[in-house]
């Protein structure tokens, strides 16, 4: 299990220093924290603790059905906390652009 957790932890680690990285070249200040918990919870929690302005959050387009059964983190978010929620669809590989990429 301890490897588990390191392997989790290094996985972490790496994507907010990549996230951290696109922000810093688009000019975008931005923090980073790393958390461990339920995933809606954690992250109303967090939004909270660090007053945030603003909850950007990907949504992986579960369809109605599956969302109503399983519930949406996006959509728990945005109901669940103070700030402003901007959920943003990921687009098709083919519809991808370099320049529609831009923050």
Request: glycine share 6%; aromatic share 2%.
């Amino acid at each position: 299990m301890e490897a588990v957790r390191k392997a989790q932890d290094a996985n972490s680690a790496s994507v907010v220093t990549m996230a951290r990285d696109l922000c810093k070249q688009k000019s975008v200040e931005a923090g980073s924290v790393i958390m461990v918990g339920e995933p809606k919870e954690t992250i109303c929690r967090a939004a909270e603790q660090f007053r945030a302005d603003l909850l950007v959050m990907g949504s992986h387009g579960k369809g109605m059905i599956k969302r109503a059964l399983l519930g949406s983190v996006s959509d728990y978010c945005a109901h669940h906390v103070r700030c402003p929620v901007v959920i943003v669809k990921r687009r098709k590989r083919s519809d991808v652009t370099r320049e529609s990429v831009s923050v």
